[in-house]
């Protein structure tokens, strides 16, 4: 009798895996235990390499810089009234200004006739109103917001002294200019005393003479001035010396 008929023959690798393999419902086969393990290697390994992933892109990350802050701007009477007549165009097409000024700041001093922070004027007739617009390049805490920006509507008295409109065409000088002329007549000689004295100016029509003036302050005010000169705003020449 032949005995290695009567012997099973053993399974090979491949053949245990597919006798240890069931159908699923779909008829598909599966691999209990097997699978799973493998499985769950392969995603250990993946949760693994993404964390590493992760750990080397915020290493990697440089530190968003901060934004510096804006410098602050400093203008001339003419450039920053520039800036302002196109919003007051806006409020009334027949505006006309009747004062231009500078306020002092930590940002500037009104040293070379530029400042900070400038103030236009303006009358309309046709809304029978008075209304300022500033302009504001300055960081000090309480200034102006940057840009150009709208006061508070007034009423408009034509015969009011302090309101006489001029046109825009006179303004031919510009405050560096009054700066200039007034350092020949006094100024420098007070910058040499006091450097840390502010330059304020104001630019109105006089009606007496029919002229437009720079009125070049040196001071906290106009009140309070140690010297204030008195320039021709359409020629530039010294007109005298107010204080």
Aim: charged content about 20%.
């Amino acid at each position: 009798m032949n005995m290695r008929g009567l012997v099973r023959p053993e399974p090979s690798a491949a053949n245990a895996v597919i006798a240890g393999a069931v159908e699923d419902r779909a008829g598909r086969m599966a691999f209990p235990g097997r699978v799973p393990a493998r499985i769950m290697v392969t995603t250990a390994l993946l949760a693994i390499l993404a964390l590493l992933t992760a750990c080397n892109s915020d290493t990697a990350k440089p530190p968003e810089a901060k934004p510096e802050p804006k410098p602050a701007e400093l203008l001339t009477g003419r450039a920053a009234f520039q800036k302002v007549f196109i919003a007051a165009r806006n409020y009334a097409v027949d505006v006309k200004p009747f004062r231009i000024e500078s306020t002092p700041s930590t940002d500037g001093d009104g040293r070379d006739g530029k400042s900070a922070i400038w103030r236009a004027s303006f009358a309309s007739a046709m809304q029978h109103g008075v209304k300022p617009f500033i302009w504001s390049g300055s960081n000090s805490p309480d200034a102006p917001s940057r840009g150009v920006s709208p006061g508070n509507e007034d009423t408009y008295n034509p015969s009011n002294a302090s309101t006489q409109i001029f046109d825009v065409a006179f303004l031919k000088i510009d405050s560096d200019q009054a700066f200039a002329e007034t350092q020949k007549h006094g100024g420098d000689k007070v910058l040499e005393k006091d450097p840390s004295i502010p330059v304020i100016y104001i630019c109105d029509w006089n009606h007496n003479t029919n002229e437009l003036v720079w009125h070049v302050i040196y001071g906290e005010s106009r009140d309070a001035a140690k010297l204030t000169v008195a320039v021709n705003a359409s020629t530039g020449t010294f007109m005298r010396v107010e204080k």
